[in-house]
């Protein structure tokens, strides 16, 4: 691949994954994809995993783009889950690695309890066919709703959530999950600054939505997610509001997990400018 043009303006995208998580791309294409689409600045943010960063620094070495290793931990705050993504994350951190391989201990028994509900459901094979799909990487969801739409029980990944994999659903297992501070805790002592990932999907009232906030800066949080890959601008604007409120930095990032899905690498809407962009807490 060519080097970068230096003159072109720097363009972030600071979430995507990969396979070594729910992504369809390996580390290696995820990186390439993102310099043809001429992203500049690249964080691989993995579902509860670091095992696709090494090989997405290869890659992003040979293409003079610069990835920010990253991570996406899931945590729970009043028995909800939320996401939250680490950037500039030291990875070989013990806390932080140890905490990668207890959350793949429960990944796999969650899937475990899911492919069960699913066999009741007249639906088998289910763990063996996601286990497969996921090779080295964590197991998601994603994958049964991919194991869903192939078996032609369902006909999109949507339609899996909606009729077996979502809350209150007959394969849905709920998952106790790190606490918030915890998780922060792991990003902020790598070295990392932690990001509340696409806020507005948890669907919570303006109370609520303060009350997190106001948790996730007390445990340390700098970042929440203004622009992702599904936004609109009154969706931004009312993010950017909380950012600006809250006293925290704007992050941006696609979510991108494949090229079939509509969400495209680095095509982002800007960032507003009255806030400061995350990237600027980044060593």
């Not at 043009?5 to 995507?16: A, E, G, T, V």
């Amino acid at each position: 691949m060519p080097e970068p043009d230096p003159s072109k303006p720097q363009i972030y995208d600071l979430h995507c994954h990969s396979t070594a998580s729910d992504g369809a791309l390996s580390p290696t294409a995820v990186v390439q994809r993102a310099y043809e689409r001429g992203v500049t600045d690249l964080a691989l943010t993995d579902h509860d995993t670091t095992a696709g960063l090494a090989e997405a620094e290869r890659c992003a070495a040979t293409a003079g783009i610069t990835l920010i290793p990253g991570i996406e931990l899931s945590a729970q705050w009043r028995h909800q889950c939320f996401h939250i993504v680490g950037l500039g994350i030291n990875s070989a951190y013990p806390p932080l690695a140890d905490a990668t391989q207890r959350l793949q201990n429960t990944r796999m028994d969650r899937a475990e309890r899911i492919a069960d509900k699913l066999e009741k459901k007249r639906i088998p094979g289910a763990l063996a066919a996601v286990m497969a799909a996921a090779g080295d990487g964590m197991i998601t969801r994603s994958h049964f709703a991919d194991f869903l739409v192939a078996g032609h029980h369902v006909n999109s990944q949507q339609e899996a959530f909606d009729r077996y994999l979502a809350k209150g659903k007959p394969a849905y297992v709920s998952t106790a999950w790190a606490e918030l501070v915890e998780a922060v805790g792991w990003i902020t002592q790598s070295g990392g600054v932690a990001v509340l990932a696409h806020p507005l999907r948890y669907k919570l009232s303006a109370n609520q939505m303060r009350l997190l906030l106001t948790a996730f800066k007390d445990a340390g949080g700098q970042g929440i997610e203004v622009v992702t890959g599904r936004t609109n601008p009154d969706e931004i604007s009312r993010v950017c509001q909380y950012a600006k409120n809250f006293g925290l930095s704007g992050s941006m990032g696609s979510d991108f997990h494949g090229p079939d899905q509509w969400v495209e690498l680095g095509r982002l809407m800007a960032l507003p400018p009255q806030i400061q962009p995350v990237w600027q807490l980044l060593n």
